[in-house]
């Protein structure tokens, strides 16, 4: 007899292992499939990510795929959510298809992406889209997380402005750095709003998001190259076409070994019909400008030792009310 029902994910971690799978324990609801007591297939879900997907090899070709697929989805709905992604193996890509995914990237011979319900992608394009206004000759990308906003970022989009029509920057909207999204993309628009052919928009679910990239958050290098791989051909492949770019900046990271391998894959995924500018970073007394030194600073109290690394504009925020909790999170920080 066959049964279905939400098991703890510790009771799923050794077919996990035995499928060559690690469990991610963020995971907050776990369906097991069982056969006469024994756990045959499993699957998790994540936020609107279905993850940990594992059949028992005695029972592959059973189906047990699509039975947890349906459970999920299921439950998903039960909570609201009408948009779903899985990564895969590209030559598995068909099998979800089957079941209703559509296919957002592939990044051979790593992974697929794949996604179902609405809103998905084609949303996400038509969105920016409308934001971005109409392409100029020349226009170019930056996807910035910019945590806080200083003059390093400063000198890559002026740089990039000077050299373009129309610069096009996306702001990683994923919240979990110390600076909160909101302030962020602000301070991003309130250091750049002097350079008229800037636009800064949200990045969204597809720009650098731990559903494209979650190395970039985690600092799993051995998934790095896998997660850049399907971030660049997600902007290849949708994100460039409909912002009419032909040009992408980037800045060189000598600080963060998982950037250093996102710039390496942009080149190598996006070239030659997007063209991949890397320029140096703005120093200061021999030192990169980097919003990790910022960050260190503010946690020491030292906050006149920031004034020199950002915008005046950023500074004024720093100064504020505003800032306070994320100067005590900082601090508190720096205490530990």
């Known amino acids: 007899m066959r ?3 939400s098991i703890d994910l510790h009771q799923a971690e050794p077919l996990l292992r035995q499928c060559g799978l690690t469990p991610n324990y963020k995971a907050e609801y776990t369906v097991g499939v069982f056969e006469d007591d024994e756990l045959v297939a499993t699957g998790s879900l994540w936020e609107d990510m279905i993850q940990m997907m594992a059949v028992s090899p005695e029972h592959q070709g059973e189906d047990l ?6 459970h999920l ?5 039960e ?3 009408t948009n779903l992604h899985l990564f ?3 030559e598995k890509a068909v099998m979800f298809r089957g079941l209703g995914f559509r296919q957002v990237a ?3 011979p790593y992974a697929a992406l794949m996604e179902w319900g609405r809103p998905g992608i084609e949303e996400y394009c038509a969105q920016i889209r409308e934001a971005a206004g109409a392409p100029a000759p020349l226009t170019a990308a930056m996807v910035m997380n910019c945590n806080p906003f200083t003059l390093g970022h400063r000198y890559l989009v002026e740089t990039a402005a000077s050299q373009c029509d129309k610069v096009v920057i996306l702001a990683v909207q994923e919240d979990v750095s110390v600076f909160p999204f909101e302030d962020r993309i602000r301070l991003i628009r309130e250091g750049t709003a002097d350079l008229p052919n800037v636009v800064v928009l949200p990045g969204g679910r597809y720009a650098v998001s731990s559903l494209t990239f979650p190395s970039y958050f985690t600092k799993e290098t051995q998934l790095a190259y896998a997660h850049c ?3 660049a051909e997600i902007f290849k492949a949708h994100t460039a076409p409909t912002l009419g770019v032909t040009r992408r900046y980037v800045g060189t990271e000598p600080l963060s070994p998982v950037t250093a ?3 390496q894959t942009l080149k190598q995924r996006l070239e030659p019909e997007i063209q991949v500018v890397e320029l140096p970073r703005k120093e200061q007394e021999g030192q990169p400008i980097s919003a990790s030194r910022v960050r260190a600073l503010l946690a020491q109290g030292d906050l006149e030792g920031v004034r020199p690394l950002v915008p005046p504009t950023t500074f004024a925020y720093l100064e504020s009310e505003d800032a306070r909790p994320v100067l005590e999170k900082l601090r508190r920080m720096g205490d530990q």
């Open 79 to 81: 909570r609201g959510r």
């Open 73 to 77: 989805i299921g439950k998903a709905r």
């Open 229 to 231: 791989a399907i971030d």
């Open 3 to 5: 049964e279905e029902y």
């Open 261 to 263: 391998i996102y710039n």
């Open 65 to 70: 795929t699509g039975t947890v697929i349906t």
């Open 88 to 90: 895969t193996k590209p």
């Open 106 to 108: 592939v990044a051979r």
